[in-house]
């Protein structure tokens, strides 16, 4: 069964640089949700898309920005980078609100 | 967390032993969803209780949820050395498209 795809696995980036995040969810989901997960801490909700509009807001930064396109991949921006950025980055779907996520691998960014 | 705790935080048992983990929310919920994650890996779906239900069984877990005291608690029976992982509830915090988790209880099986 297809599963979330995120891309790059891994990223590292020096501060002040910027980085993109791509992420590909099951098709046929109509929900997209990103999340940041430091070391040893819990998942912290970022941002979510239902039907490619943003649906919901957490604790993003102003520096970081998200969209989700017309093919229902979604992409997360991060400007400005800082060494507490450095975090594995996952994004889930879901087929509906209520449903379960579906999460990808994530994505390790390393902030230097 | 933004929701609430889990705890233990850490729990370490022999293997075939029973293993069960706590959490505790804060706002009202239409659901709460268990999940496991293995070291550096993504977060994989367990169990959904609606907030209707008190008890929900699926294999070797059983769930149980009590609303008035705003807490859930995750049973895994006959544990096995590949349980060893990260256990998080998770709540739809009233209904919004944001699922909010838990600070996770770290699981390890010892052979």
């Known amino acids: 069964a297809a599963g979330v795809i995120q891309s790059p696995r891994h990223l590292i980036k020096e501060k002040r640089e910027t980085a993109t995040l791509k992420c590909y969810p099951i098709?046929?989901?109509?929900?997209v949700y990103w999340y940041q997960q430091g070391p040893g801490q819990d998942p912290q909700f970022l941002i979510s898309?239902?039907?490619?509009?943003?649906?919901d807001k957490g604790s993003i930064p102003d520096r970081f920005s998200a969209q989700q396109f017309s093919d229902y991949h979604s992409e997360l921006n991060m400007s400005s980078l800082e060494l507490g950025d450095s975090a594995l980055y996952f994004c889930?779907?879901?087929?509906?609100?209520?449903?379960?996520?579906?999460f990808g691998n994530g994505t390790r960014l390393t902030v230097t | 967390s933004q929701q609430g705790e889990e705890d233990p935080q850490a729990l370490s048992i022999q293997e075939g032993e029973n293993a069960t983990m706590n959490c505790s929310y804060k706002?009202?919920?239409?659901?709460l969803q268990w999940y496991r994650q293995n070291s550096g890996r993504g977060l994989v779906h367990l169990i959904l209780i609606r907030s209707n239900e008190r008890e929900k069984h699926s294999g070797r877990l059983r769930v149980t949820l009590d609303t008035s005291k705003k807490s859930s608690s995750l049973l895994i029976t006959a544990s096995r050395a590949a349980d060893t992982a990260s256990y998080f509830c998770?709540?739809?915090?009233?209904?919004?498209?944001?699922?909010?988790f838990g600070q996770g209880t770290r699981l390890t099986i010892n052979p």
């Open positions: 998770a709540t739809d915090a009233g209904g919004a498209q944001k699922l909010v």
């Open positions: 706002t009202s919920i239409n659901n």
């Open positions: 898309f239902y039907e490619k509009m943003q649906s």
């Open positions: 098709p046929r989901h109509d929900t």
């Open positions: 889930a779907s879901s087929l509906a609100t209520g449903r379960p996520l579906h």
